[in-house]
């Protein structure tokens, strides 16, 4: 299984958990297992099928170029994060955060 640090804003849907552990041998099935476990958290990720534009993905350390086709091994290290661009920051990086 691989560790997933859970964004700030996202960690109201993980019960407030900053990581989590799930399975899957690429960066898609890890986020298909997290919806599973935690409904929501790939809606926030997610823009249909593809990661949402303003965020990255961090495998072992290093920002993946191939964003949901990245290998994930077990007992890797997945980082979610918002992507750094030029311009100011945007309120709505991880989407809106919903209650309930």
Known sequence: MATVYIPSLLQALTGGRAAVEAEGATVRQVIDNLERAWPGIGERLLDEDRL??????????????????????DGSEVHFVAAIKGGGFHEDALGPIRSG
């Open 52 to 73: 949402r534009p303003n965020i990255s993905v961090a495998v072992d350390g290093e920002i993946s170029p191939l964003g949901l086709l990245e290998p994930v091994a």
